[in-house]
């Protein structure tokens, strides 16, 4: 059974600095993984899609990395600005359906 | 073109009651998905459809949850005799296709559903 964990849970960090967030999921049989954004009692905002095949996908200041055999994704947010404070989800396509991590947290302090 | 769209937004019911949410996905995608999500949590898989049929109902919680799509656009997902626990952020999503590398899931804004 797939499983999704994210890592760290929580995160805060002054304006301005790089940052990573990590995604780890348990069965690399998967079609895709996306990385999606969500502010407080809000829907979901898709950042990126990286296809299996893909090592990386990037948009603006933000790139995310597959590296599929050992389960793991990595979205890299350049020079975070308060406006990055969101939560952050990382979702795998396991054939139709998508599994789910909790989330991190993530406050940018101007 | 417009994006997915669910109605109503919010949802306030009493325990007990019947409610039912919409969902209206984006033109031409034939696969549509419905979520559930927890506070503070991930969100959790309930069903899928492919056309009119549902493919994959494994994660309803229990026979109180229905879900159904008979033209193969609008879906509506049913909830009856409401419980406290089935208060939550219910999201949709739907995509041109399922199963395949280059497959996007396009959400909704979500309904939220409290029942007191």
């Known amino acids: 059974k797939q499983e999704v964990t994210q890592i760290p849970a929580a995160l805060s960090v002054p304006e301005g600095e790089n940052l990573v967030l990590n995604c780890s999921f348990t069965?690399?049989?998967?079609?895709?993984l996306q990385w999606f954004r969500q502010d407080p009692g809000k829907g979901l905002t898709s950042l990126l899609l990286?296809?299996?095949s893909q090592r990386e996908q990037t948009s603006g200041r933000l790139n995310a990395s597959l590296d599929k055999s050992s389960g793991r994704s990595t979205l890299y947010i350049a020079a975070s600005q308060p406006g990055d404070s969101a939560t952050y989800l990382c979702?795998?396509?396991?054939?139709?359906?998508?599994?789910w991590g909790a989330g991190t947290k993530l406050i940018i302090k101007p | 073109g417009a994006g997915v769209s669910q109605t109503p937004s919010n949802k306030v019911t009493e325990k007990g009651k019947y409610v039912e949410l919409r969902c209206d996905p984006i033109?031409?995608?034939?696969?549509l998905y419905w979520y559930r999500q927890s506070l503070g949590q991930g969100p959790e898989f309930l069903i899928y459809?492919?056309?009119?049929?549902?493919?994959?109902d494994s994660g309803l919680p229990n026979d109180r949850f229905f879900a159904v799509r008979p033209e193969g656009s609008v879906s509506t997902l049913k909830i009856q005799r409401t419980e406290r626990g089935d208060s939550a952020m219910y999201l949709c999503?739907?995509?041109?296709?399922?199963?395949?590398?280059?497959?996007?899931?396009?959400f909704g804004p979500g309904t939220r559903l409290t029942v007191l």
């Open positions: 999503a739907s995509s041109l296709w399922s199963g395949k590398a280059y497959n996007e899931q396009f």
């Open positions: 033109s031409g995608h034939t696969a």
């Open positions: 459809f492919q056309g009119t049929g549902a493919a994959d």
């Open positions: 069965d690399s049989a998967i079609y895709n």
């Open positions: 990286i296809q299996s």
């Open positions: 979702a795998v396509d396991s054939n139709y359906q998508l599994i």
